[in-house]
């Protein structure tokens, strides 16, 4: 077929199958070994969705619908590619990547999270990065230790 009926995209488009990358965090990619089960598996959900994409005729609809999961596609490729597996810790004397602790906060609450690796974390679900704030002053601390996130303190009841 000529290029000259060839349908051109239009500037809106263009701007629809440009997707900028996700960002990816500048600290090391440490992961659980359940960690990386889930980044393989949504590694291989976006190769699919990308795939997917590859019957639709109309080129303008298939790079539109093919913006996403290409760039979920790098994204994940890129934290499967970087990914460093950190085994379960060995020891439940101190607090460490993979570990569930259990704390009390000055209001009375007590709660319970897992220590894993930035994509894994979901608070809901009782698991917190280890780069956050409070994952950061719970490592190395013991049961029984204080420490204060800003203006609470958290005591350590728990390590498993």
């Known amino acids: 077929m000529s290029v000259a009926f060839i349908k051109e995209e239009s500037a809106e488009t263009a701007s ?46 298939r790079r539109r619908q093919a913006a996403n999961p290409l760039r ?20 439940s004397d101190a607090v460490a990547f993979g570990s569930t602790v259990t704390f009390s906060r000055d209001d009375g609450r007590v709660q319970k999270y897992r220590i894993v690796g930035e ?15 409070v994952a950061r002053v719970l490592m190395g601390k013991v049961i ?6 800003g203006a609470q303190e958290l005591e350590i009841l728990a390590i498993s």
């Open 16 to 61: 629809e199958t440009l997707l900028p990358d996700r960002p990816v965090s500048p600290h090391p990619n440490l992961v659980t070994e359940t960690g990386l089960k889930i980044l393989e598996l949504q590694l291989r959900k976006a190769r699919e969705a990308y795939e997917a994409t590859s019957t639709i005729e109309d080129v303008n609809e």
């Open 72 to 91: 979920d596609l790098r994204y994940f490729a890129e934290r499967v590619r970087t990914a460093q597996l950190v085994p379960d810790p060995t020891s």
């Open 119 to 133: 994509d894994e974390a979901d608070p809901k679900a009782g698991s917190i990065s280890y780069v956050s704030p």
């Open 144 to 149: 029984g230790d204080v420490v204060s996130v």
